[in-house]
């Protein structure tokens, strides 16, 4: 089947064309937080922010990948693993592209992280930690999974039956039980946008 395969790389434009385009370098700001952290509320904030500075930006979410690209796929250690991976080929493209890609996935593992950056590439990945403390996602629980995961009905749930290994050196450390959501974006915009503006 391979031996089909002929990319054509070489005959679409150039990413360096696509930038100068757009008038901004891509990149993937990667949000990796607890369920309920503030990961989601806080990319459509910077999404917004983004825009109003001219910056053409996409948010691809946990939630709405698992409805259509990902629906096929369960929460098994294998599945996880390959809904990141997917979602990091499509950052890849998106940035290579010249677009300013905020990906919110829980990624609970340095693992799954490492995956991720290594398939977008390093100089072209941010790691946001929204760290939110799980007391605190517990109690938002906007989506009731934290109840259902304490009664048993959920699985391996993140936080409570399943770990979640909080980044050691992200690039941007928020928390959204601190600081509100203004000032999570503003401390993420003096990090990315130097890396952003051609």
């Known amino acids: 089947m391979e031996n089909n395969i002929y990319p054509i790389f070489s005959k679409m434009q150039s990413r360096r064309?696509?930038?100068?385009?757009?008038?901004?370098?891509?990149?993937?700001?990667?949000?990796?937080?607890?369920?309920?952290?503030g990961k989601s509320t806080v990319a459509v904030a910077l999404e917004k922010a983004l825009s109003e500075k001219g910056i053409f930006c996409r948010i691809i979410d946990g939630d709405n990948v698992r409805c259509g690209l990902n629906a096929?796929?369960?929460?098994?250690?294998?599945?996880?693993?390959?809904?990141?991976?997917?979602?990091?080929?499509?950052?890849r493209l998106f940035t290579q592209t010249g677009i300013v890609t905020l990906a919110t996935f829980i990624s609970?593992?340095?693992?799954?992280?490492?995956?991720?950056r290594d398939i977008i590439g390093a100089e072209d990945f941010m790691e946001i930690f929204v760290s939110t403390?799980?007391?605190?996602?517990?109690?938002?629980?906007v989506k009731g999974l934290y109840a259902k995961a304490r009664r048993g009905e959920i699985k391996e749930f993140t936080g409570i039956s399943a770990p979640f290994e909080a980044?050691?050196?992200?690039?941007?450390?928020?928390?959204?039980?601190?600081?509100?959501?203004?000032?999570?974006?503003?401390?993420?915009?003096?990090?990315?946008?130097?890396?952003?503006?051609?």
């Open 133 to 141: 403390p799980i007391e605190e996602c517990e109690k938002r629980d």
């Open 72 to 91: 096929g796929l369960g929460f098994s250690p294998q599945d996880r693993k390959e809904n990141i991976r997917r979602v990091a080929e499509v950052c």
């Open 167 to 198: 980044p050691e050196a992200p690039d941007v450390d928020t928390d959204t039980s601190r600081l509100s959501v203004e000032e999570c974006v503003d401390r993420i915009l003096d990090a990315a946008f130097p890396r952003i503006r051609l």
């Open 17 to 37: 064309e696509k930038e100068a385009f757009l008038g901004q370098r891509g990149l993937t700001l990667w949000f990796t937080g607890l369920s309920g952290s």
């Open 108 to 116: 609970p593992t340095r693992e799954l992280r490492d995956m991720a």
